[in-house]
């Protein structure tokens, strides 16, 4: 249930590092509580995002694909209303493809 005066914000990345940044610019520059931020598949699949990233870029036969690549990662929190802009730019630097609240 969301609080008033605040919005819940939902993110979605293509990968999971991207997802974990995002996280970490929350908490650190926001002050966001970790365990308030939500991180979840978009799809019913385990997934690590819908492409390669990290150790998955860096083998010499180049990026593996055996990852499970099943589809986006969103992360969602509630936030107060009068953080949204300021959220919303943490998330694009962050990575994110797109941002909506609600």
């Known amino acids: 249930m969301v609080k008033e005066g605040s919005t819940t914000i939902r ?20 002050g ?5 931020i ?3 598949s978009t799809s019913d699949s385990n997934t690590v ?4 990233s990290g150790g998955d870029l860096s083998h010499r036969e180049g990026s593996r694909q ?3 690549l099943n589809g986006e990662i969103e992360l969602s ?15 694009g630097e962050a990575g994110a493809i797109r941002v909506s609240g609600r």
């Open 11 to 30: 993110a979605t990345f293509e990968t999971r590092a991207a997802a974990d940044l995002a996280v970490e610019h929350l908490v650190q520059q926001h």
């Open 32 to 36: 966001i509580v970790r365990s308030d």
């Open 38 to 40: 939500f991180v979840q």
């Open 49 to 52: 995002g819908s492409t390669p």
């Open 66 to 68: 055996d990852g499970a």
């Open 77 to 91: 929190v509630e936030i107060a209303s009068v953080k949204i802009a300021d959220v919303q730019r943490s998330l």
